[in-house]
């Protein structure tokens, strides 16, 4: 079946804009996760979402980053005011979230969002 | 806290074995994870170790778990050019958000 696709692959935009990454999970999971990993580093976690509710949403840096997952599947992550910083690749993940036993996220390949 | 943590670099010669090192500092993680990352390609899970367990092997890739350390470690053995990549140690707490290290970047030369 199909993995885990994120749209777009790459997106630019100018400092102060409004940006959009969505993230259309495997099939079936319940759990979708969204990262960013930054040039050199490795992924940082943002938000976990359990069907369509935000479970955590700790990593978020700001209130310019917010996500939504209104059917508990497709998720969008949003960005506002965006800024130089926030360049980076944006990881989706998704699982079956059980709990118990090894919950194995599977990865998208990611949106490279550019910042000019 | 959460914090795991990676050397940054390790070259070996094709057909020896690559030993990555990686250590956490949360000791209520339930399960440890080594993820692989190519140049322009998505992060891919290489194994896992369930934290009451100390060593896990899979083909060529040996885990070793010490859990009272808080001591990761991937063996690969007969390393070839094609595990050339970045290699993630992540763990999970309560089987939901991971926590990654910064990466070891493999270099494998012939």
């Known amino acids: 079946g199909a993995g885990v696709s994120q749209t777009p692959s790459n997106k630019v935009t100018e400092k102060g804009k409004y940006v959009e990454l969505r993230c259309d999970p495997i099939?079936?999971?319940?759990?979708l996760y969204w990262y960013r990993q930054s040039l050199g580093q490795g992924p940082e976690f943002l938000i976990y979402f359990q069907g369509t509710g935000a479970a955590d949403d700790s990593g978020l840096p700001n209130d310019r980053f917010f996500a939504v997952r209104p059917e508990g599947s497709v998720s969008t992550l949003k960005i506002q005011r965006t800024e130089r910083g926030d360049s980076a690749v944006y990881l989706c993940a998704s699982s079956l979230a059980v709990r118990t036993g090894n919950n194995e996220q599977f990865f998208g390949p990611g949106t490279r969002l550019t910042v000019l | 806290g959460e914090d795991v943590e990676q050397s940054l670099f390790l070259s070996v010669r094709e057909g020896d074995s690559s030993v990555i090192n990686c250590t956490y500092t949360?000791?209520?993680?339930?399960?440890l994870y080594w993820y692989k990352q190519e140049p322009g390609a998505g992060l891919q899970l290489l194994t896992y170790?369930?934290?009451?367990?100390d060593m896990k092997q899979d083909q060529r890739l040996t885990v070793l778990l010490n859990k009272k350390d808080k001591h990761l470690s991937l063996r690969i053995a007969d390393t070839q050019t094609g595990d050339s990549a970045i290699y993630f140690c992540?763990?999970?707490?309560?089987?939901?958000?991971?926590?990654f290290g910064t990466g070891t970047r493999l270099q494998v030369f012939p």
């Open positions: 170790i369930f934290s009451n367990m």
């Open positions: 949360d000791s209520s993680s339930t399960y």
């Open positions: 992540a763990e999970s707490i309560k089987a939901d958000k991971l926590i």
């Open positions: 099939s079936g999971h319940t759990a």
